[in-house]
Every structure is written in structure tokens, then in C-alpha cells.
């Protein structure tokens, strides 16, 4: 339970802010409209800091993210019996941190017209609709993710304890500014899916795009397990 509860934590605080930072952008009236994208890989690379910081003090290893969680399980690291607790607790985090989302921005989504405006603050979309591209985008986002964050493993960066997320923060940072324009790099299917559910069940005008889902469920575990197997392949 306090695996569940440390990644449910982690992963809400992750969406509030990670998505709160999309509300801010691309609602109407908002302060920060009209910001850029800058502005939303900023928010979210700070997101994934807050996130770990708050998982690993409750006691987890901070994945905040199931293709994280699997990745290290493809490369013989994981335990195989805390896999249902963490991303049972990032899928229900995420979903939670989405809901808070709308409660903070609540009259901005009333003032936006925009269907797509809105779904955007919960769930992630392609700039140009293709699905084969859009999973090969997503696969290579989240296989440079986990890759990386072997490495930073490797390194004993988790000797530094919460300052260790300062390494994950770059590295998403970079992945949003410079591999972030195809399809919003999801590079997490909680990050997806949870908010995703939250926009279909909240009173919110507009299709939740289910058709699309399967592209940053998929392509981040595929890109995780790969990134595993190569890394295991090469250390």
C-alpha cells in the first residue's frame, strides 16, 4: 500500500501541474495565454521534479510513469510483485491530478470554445494525424527516456536522493523541446489514459479522441521494453 499511495501521490502532483501548465497556455483568459511551448516544456520538466520529489519522501521508487515501471522490469530490476501497486497507483494519481486540473480552471474551460483546446489539457493529440508516425514518435520519446535514465541509474544518481530528479527534469526537458513537436510526447501512458477517463467522465463538451489512445499507451511501453533489452544488450 505505501508503494501505491507513494506513486498516486507523485503521479497527481505530476499531472496537476504538468497539465496545469497546458490549462494555463491554451485556455481562454488565462494569464499565461498564448505562452508557447517553451512555456509548457518548462512546466512540465519542473512537473516530473515535484512528482519525484513527493513519491520517493512516501517511500517509492518514483517511476510516476507504467512504461518506466515496465521498462525496469524488462531489464531485470523490478520486483515483479510491486508492479500492480505502482501503476495502479500512477494510473488512479494521474486521473486525480486531471480532475484537479478542471476544478482549478474551471471557468477558463467554460470560456473556451475550443473542443481540442480542452481535451489537450488532459490528454495528449498528434500535430499531424498518422498513427504509424505518431507511435514511431512516441516509441523513440520514451525508449531516449528510459535509455537515459538507465544511464543516470548506472551513474549512482540516486545517491543524491530527491536531487536525483534534477537529472529526469533535464532529460524531459529536452525531450519536450526537442522531440515534443509530433505528437505532445505523452512518453507516459498514465500521463494519457488517467486524465484521459477524467475528460469523459467530467461535463465537458467534445470528444475524448479514444481512437487515438492506443498510440501513447503502446508506443511508451514498447519504447521502454526496447530501451531495456539494448541497454541490457550493451552494458
Not at 501512458?189 to 470528444?207: E, Q, V, Y
Request: hydrophobic fraction near 55%; glycine fraction near 12%.
Amino acid at each position: 500500500m505505501k508503494h501505491l499511495i507513494a506513486e498516486l501521490m507523485g503521479t497527481m502532483f505530476l499531472i496537476l501541474l504538468g497539465n496545469g501548465v497546458v490549462a494555463n497556455v491554451v485556455l481562454q483568459k488565462t494569464k499565461g495565454q498564448g505562452a508557447g511551448w517553451m512555456v509548457i516544456s518548462t512546466g512540465w520538466a519542473f512537473a516530473v521534479f515535484i512528482g519525484v520529489v513527493v513519491a520517493s519522501q512516501l517511500g517509492s521508487a518514483a517511476h510516476l510513469n507504467p512504461a518506466v515501471t515496465l521498462g525496469f522490469v524488462a531489464k531485470g530490476d523490478f520486483e515483479y510483485h510491486l508492479i500492480l501497486p505502482y501503476i495502479t497507483g500512477q494510473m488512479l494519481g494521474a486521473a486525480l491530478g486531471g480532475l484537479g486540473v478542471w476544478v482549478m480552471y474551471k471557468t477558463h474551460f467554460d470560456a473556451t470554445e475550443s473542443s481540442e483546446d480542452k481535451l489537450a489539457c488532459f490528454s495528449t493529440g498528434p500535430a499531424i494525424k498518422n498513427p504509424l508516425f505518431n507511435f514511431i514518435s512516441e516509441l523513440i520519446g520514451t525508449f531516449t527516456l528510459l535509455f537515459v535514465i538507465f544511464s543516470f541509474v548506472s551513474a549512482d544518481t540516486a545517491l543524491l536522493g530527491n536531487l536525483g530528479g534534477l537529472p529526469v527534469t533535464i532529460l524531459v526537458w529536452a525531450i519536450g523541446l526537442s522531440l515534443g513537436g509530433t505528437t505532445g510526447y505523452a512518453i507516459n501512458p498514465a500521463r494519457d489514459i488517467g486524465p484521459r477517463i477524467m475528460h469523459t467522465l467530467l461535463p465537458i463538451k467534445g470528444s475524448s479522441e479514444w481512437g487515438y489512445a492506443w498510440v501513447p499507451a503502446l508506443g511508451p511501453v514498447v519504447g521502454a521494453v526496447l530501451a531495456a533489452l539494448l541497454f541490457n544488450a550493451l552494458a
